[in-house]
């Protein structure tokens, strides 16, 4: 499913306009990420979690030539599902 599907597909289960629909998702996704470049944790109660964690720096090969590389340290982006999510997809 992409944006647009994901909007129509909102739009008609709550009967809002699709132009309000896609502000209202543009407006979660934002703040989801605004939270989250903060260094929060988003909580979403029976869907899932948003969190930063961090990945080391390391050494690495170039595939192409196969010398050793340094690949910088980085944050990452976490998600981990809930319980109630996980349940729906295991068909639980």
């Known amino acids: 499913m ?3 599907e994901l909007v129509d597909a909102v739009a008609a289960a709550t009967g809002e306009s699709k132009v309000a ?3 209202t998702i543009d407006a979660v ?3 989801i990420t605004g939270a989250v470049t903060k260094g ?3 909580q979403l109660i029976g869907f899932g979690s ?4 961090a990945r080391a720096a390391r050494a690495g090969r170039n595939p192409a030539t ?3 590389i340094e690949i910088p340290a980085a944050k ?3 998600f981990t599902a809930g319980k ?3 349940d729906a997809v295991n068909g639980a």
């Open 2 to 4: 992409n944006r647009h």
């Open 21 to 23: 629909t896609g502000e």
């Open 29 to 31: 996704i934002a703040t």
């Open 40 to 42: 929060k944790t988003v």
């Open 50 to 53: 948003f969190s930063t964690g």
């Open 66 to 68: 196969g010398a050793a």
């Open 76 to 78: 990452t982006v976490k």
């Open 84 to 86: 109630a999510f996980k």
